[in-house]
């Protein structure tokens, strides 16, 4: 039965992002132009991520940042009036815009519509060496969405999406591909509510960097504490 519903699944994002990626296609022209108008830079921004069992493949968004944000402030994360945010890439984060060329991942197999977000290669430290419950969430494909995003986006700490994860990865064996309808329906919900979308300081008296430090440090040292 698993693996029907994992045939059901591939062919839904191969089909869904097929069709997708070329209803799309206007709106891939116009934000092109918006993003070179509005800054220096790429259209695209590529980086590094991690899909089933840590496989690395390379991830596309529209690029909503300055170039070389990742090496800048808060580095990987995304407050609230980041300054290295662009105008035209607010909006495109505020409504999800930026997220749409992972379709083209999606539909190459690197990714899934539902699956737990991809992390960057590093976030979360060495992958050789992370725990069983952090290693989890890799025994599925990465997703566009998931029920992390559903039940809080980024407003939940990593510990939190790790358990939502894990928890997808369970239900699926359970309920197959009617779960990953529901959690879409649930996201596009979501979407339209523009919820959850920036990450939140523990401590508001810290600098975006020096909040983002602290958050790592604490991700990295949860992600190996030992089985």
Not at 161 to 183: A, E, H, P, R, S
């Amino acid at each position: 039965m698993l693996s029907f519903n994992l045939f059901i699944k591939r062919v839904f994002d191969l089909v869904s992002s097929g069709i997708a990626i070329v209803l799309f296609m206007p709106l891939w022209i116009g934000v092109a132009i918006a993003i070179k108008r509005d800054s220096e830079g790429p259209i695209f921004f590529k980086q590094g991520r991690r899909t089933t069992n840590g496989r690395v493949f390379e991830m596309y968004k529209f690029r909503s940042m300055v170039v070389n944000a990742e090496s800048m402030g808060a580095g990987l994360f995304n407050y609230e009036n980041d300054p290295r945010v662009t105008k035209v890439g607010r909006f495109l984060r505020n409504s999800s815009i930026d997220e749409l060329p992972q379709l083209f991942n999606i539909f190459m197999g690197d990714m899934s519509v539902v699956g737990p977000r991809p992390c960057v290669t590093y976030e979360l430290g060495d992958f050789e060496t992370l725990n069983k419950r952090f290693k989890k969430r890799f025994e599925v494909k990465a997703g566009l969405t998931g029920l992390a995003q559903v039940k809080g986006r980024n407003d939940i700490s990593w510990n939190d999406k790790v358990n939502y994860d894990n928890q997808y990865v369970d239900d699926f064996k359970k309920y197959g591909f009617l779960l990953d309808l529901k959690i879409i329906v649930e996201t596009v919900l979501k979407v339209f509510k523009k919820e959850d979308i920036y990450e939140n300081k523990k401590d508001d008296s810290l600098s975006d960097a020096e909040a983002a430090k602290l958050e790592e440090e604490e991700i990295i040292r949860i992600a190996h504490i030992p089985d």
